[in-house]
């Protein structure tokens, strides 16, 4: 089956960089995604990786290492609007909906 | 593009009534949908997937008779918590797909659902 591990809680202040680490253990590999999820709010989609490596896009990278089943979600020049939680999910085994990790929340101070 | 909208947005009920949610996707046609549960402070878990037109597949752990999901058209499905108890207050999200993996979701904004 699938499981996801994430740290619970994280906590950074503003204008500093932070690294949301997930490791992951699967049945077959189909790309790892991350979201973020404001307060009861439903989650954005950030990004999705597929491919060893690192993916930037603005101020939030993503970077994959199917070899150590790990991905972690680097956040730059971080503002007080990015306290969130981060989900990092994959496919289930039959690549037909995403499980979800349990989350990391970042907590942004000034 | 890609809007998903949930109605309605917060409910409050007794317990023991029925409790509708809908899901629509605004400007595609949806032939997947997934709807997700999270209690606070917990991850979002995977209640069932509902393609058009066809029966729902139910994770396991979820009664399919409590939780009835009917997927009648391609832009809407819906959710109806049946014989409702405090135990199902919960944060209920459903996503919509255009295919049938995960790699096109898009996210409606959640039903908060409270059972007194």
């Known amino acids: 089956g699938q499981n996801i591990d994430q740290p619970t809680e994280m906590t950074a202040t503003e204008g500093a960089i932070v690294q949301i680490n997930c490791t992951y253990q699967?049945?077959?590999?189909?790309?790892l995604f991350w979201y973020q999820q404001h307060a009861g709010e439903a989650p954005t989609f950030l990004s999705y990786?597929?491919?060893?490596g690192l993916e930037e896009k603005g101020r939030f990278s993503s970077f994959l290492s199917r070899s150590k089943g790990y991905s972690y979600l680097l956040l730059k020049e971080l503002q007080m609007k990015d306290s969130a939680s981060y989900l990092c999910?994959?496919?289930?085994?039959?690549?037909?909906?995403?499980?979800f990790g349990k989350g990391t929340t970042l907590s942004v101070s000034s | 593009g890609a809007v998903v909208s949930q109605h309605p947005s917060w409910v409050i009920c007794k317990s023991g009534t029925s409790v509708k949610i809908e899901c629509r996707s605004l400007?595609?046609?949806?032939?997947?949908m997934f709807w997700y549960r999270q209690f606070p402070k917990q991850s979002l878990m995977l209640m069932a997937t509902?393609?058009?037109?066809?029966?729902?597949?139910?994770e396991q752990g979820v009664e399919k008779d409590k939780f009835l999901i009917n997927h009648a058209s391609l832009t809407l499905s819906t959710l109806t918590v049946t014989s409702a108890h405090p135990e199902d207050s919960s944060f209920y999200i459903c996503?919509?797909?255009?295919?049938?993996?995960?790699?096109?979701?898009?996210f409606g904004p959640g039903t908060r659902l409270t059972v007194t």
């Open positions: 996503s919509a797909g255009t295919s049938g993996t995960t790699y096109e979701q898009y």
């Open positions: 699967t049945s077959g590999f189909n790309g």
């Open positions: 990786n597929v491919l060893d």
């Open positions: 999910a994959v496919p289930n085994q039959a690549g037909t909906a995403l499980i």
């Open positions: 400007d595609f046609q949806a032939t997947t």
């Open positions: 509902s393609n058009e037109g066809s029966k729902a597949t139910y």
